[in-house]
């Protein structure tokens, strides 16, 4: 069977073959045989009578050999006719089968197809031949312009190779072709027809595009990078970058000029080198929880040695870099603040010292104050009960002050001592209520207190009560004359949740996130309230951490303001 067109060959060159040969054999022993007679003849007879007989045997072997000639002539006319047409057939076969788009057409501004191979077709998106051999060449073109342009360019050369054409299909999608093509001109120089051959390259070309955009990319980003390394080398910020595990990758001059450590020592190394075993073990858990989870984390509670041995302390920032959702890379910022905590630790201890000196007045004048209001010495007049309240809500404002000025000299000292122990939730919460029942009275506010009676708290029971005021003192400073201050206590799974909530001036939505800030105070209650330090949710956030709790809060301008601490009934160890 014939390759490409699944039809047997014809049986006829075999016995053409067999009969050329018979003949020319047949011619062969004729001749032979002539020649053989006229030998023996001529032996016998001389003369006129030899001379007619040489030449009719003469004529004879002419005309046996003219017959073979003639008979050879037209078999091998007849065999070339058969292997052109052989060729033609697998010309067509192998035009019709093969996946390139194959066509002629001519000149001119719209073209005609003369002829066309399926593949064309079927690239153009036409179900057969014969319906896509109707269009002009010029349809098949996005813009007609391009053929104009292609044509005018293969007029000149003659010959184009792997020229880029916009085309578009049947149904109107559009794709890129590359065409080799070759013209045939006649005698005058015009063109008579355009041979080509067509490859659809859209999605070559698309991953070529990709290839070149990615390639951008990647210079960009290494750009980027060259930059980012300039930028760190010559950074005056202490800078590590290490795997997730974590090993050091990279240090910068200024990470070795503040740890005493070079770079080629600490490459492949654990950054723990520099670990004092000074520094909170909450920070650490706080530091790796976060960043994990691909959040950023930052603290000024780091203390680290140097490779000399002294410790400094650092204000540290980690920035994980994450591909696909997972950490690949920490980026670690370190600036040296052993001055300012120095700076910050003689302040404090000033600070506890006035603190401790006016305790004493404080509670000298409270006890004073009891004693006048609850009428122990004898019946006020109204106008003087109400002067020995209001100074009596003073003084416990004045007393939560110094407090507050206290335990923040303590945490930023490192002083703070956690004692737990189980702590009745309700009795404390009726201390609370007794303290503060003056301050909210002159301001003619409710204090409601929800709480299970029988609910305890393994925690410690001081610090507990300095988160709890500071933020019952905030809700009643900062809420209205007639407000209401809400606190509500309640088991939530292995955590205590404590809800504090008011109907006061709530936090502007710009200023939430500072809302834990030293010194911090909201904009909108200024005008209100005078008086505060920015210091009560400050120590409130720190000691909620210490005690291994949360804290989080929902705010509203001119609605009101829920503060909700978690902490968990069984807290781990403190260290």
């Known amino acids: 069977m014939s390759q490409g067109t699944g ?41 006129e009578e030899a001379l007619f ?23 091998s006319q007849q065999q070339l006719k058969r292997a052109l047409e052989k060729s033609e057939e697998e010309y067509r076969t192998l035009v019709s089968n093969i996946n390139l788009g194959i066509y002629r057409n001519t000149g001119g501004p719209k073209g005609k197809f003369l ?18 051999m109707k269009l002009a060449v010029s349809d098949i073109y996005q813009d007609p312009a391009q053929r104009a342009k292609y044509i005018e360019k293969i007029a000149k050369q003659g010959l184009v190779k792997d020229e880029i054409l916009k085309l578009k299909r049947k149904d109107g999608t559009t794709f890129l072709g590359s065409v080799t093509a070759k013209v045939k001109y006649d005698n005058n120089g015009d063109i008579v027809w355009i041979d080509s051959a067509m490859e659809d390259v ?5 991953s070529e595009e990709k290839l070149r955009e990615a390639k951008r990319h990647l210079e960009v980003e290494a750009m980027n990078t060259k930059k980012f390394l300039q930028a760190v080398e010559n950074s005056s910020v202490a800078t590590i970058i ?20 070079t770079e080629a020592e600490v490459l492949g190394k654990n950054p723990n080198i520099s670990k004092s075993g000074d520094t909170p073990r909450r920070v650490y858990e706080e530091m790796w929880g976060k960043i994990l989870s691909g959040e950023e984390f930052h603290t000024d509670e780091i203390v680290n040695r140097r490779k000399d041995g002294t410790e400094y302390a650092a204000d540290l920032r980690v920035y994980p870099i994450t591909e696909h959702g997972k950490v690949q890379f920490l980026v670690g910022l370190q600036t040296d603040i052993t001055a300012q905590k120095r700076a910050e630790r003689a302040k404090s201890e000033f600070v506890s010292l006035a603190s401790h000196q006016l305790r004493t007045p ?25 002067i020995v309240e209001r100074a009596q809500s003073f003084i416990t404002q004045m007393n939560q002050t110094v407090s507050t000025l206290l335990n923040i000299s303590r945490i930023e000292a490192g002083k703070i001592q956690v004692r737990d122990e189980k702590v009745p939730i309700g009795r404390l919460l009726e201390d609370i209520q007794e303290e503060y029942q003056s301050a909210l009275a002159v301001k003619k506010q409710s204090f409601t207190i929800n709480c299970p009676k029988e609910l305890s708290l393994m925690t410690d029971e001081s610090l507990l009560y300095e988160i709890l005021t500071n933020l019952v003192s905030n809700a009643s400073k900062y809420t209205p004359e007639r407000g209401s201050v809400t606190l509500e206590v309640k088991q939530e799974g292995d955590a205590v949740s404590i809800r504090v909530s008011d109907t006061g001036y709530g936090i502007p939505a710009d200023q939430q996130k500072q809302i834990f800030s030293k010194f911090f105070r909201g904009g909108n209650v200024i005008k209100h309230e005078t008086s505060g330090t920015g210091l009560g949710l400050y120590l409130v956030y720190n000691l909620v951490r210490i005690l291994s709790g949360s804290i989080s809060f929902s705010s509203e301008e001119n609605k009101g303001t829920t503060f909700t601490v978690s902490l968990p009934s069984t807290p781990p160890p403190h260290s």
């Open 242 to 261: 290490t795997t997730p595990e974590p090993s050091i990758v990279y240090a910068n001059p200024a990470w070795e000029q503040l740890t005493g450590h």
């Open 362 to 386: 404080l509670t000298n004048l409270r006890w004073a104050f009891e004693v006048l209001e609850h009428g122990k010495i004898g019946k006020l007049p109204d106008e003087m009960q109400k």
């Open 53 to 75: 007989i040489t030449t009719n045997i003469l004529i004879v072997i002419l005309g046996s050999i003219g017959v073979w000639l003639l008979h050879y002539t037209l078999s």
């Open 202 to 206: 859209t999605k070559q070309k698309g």
């Open 7 to 47: 039809k047997k060959p014809k049986k006829t060159s075999a016995p053409l073959e067999r009969l050329s040969f018979a003949v020319l054999m047949l011619n062969l022993s004729i001749f032979a045989i002539a020649i053989l007679i006229s030998i023996i003849y001529l032996q016998q007879r001389s003369g």
């Open 115 to 132: 002829q066309a191979n399926p593949a064309i077709a079927k690239m153009c998106g036409y179900d057969s031949v014969e319906e896509f």
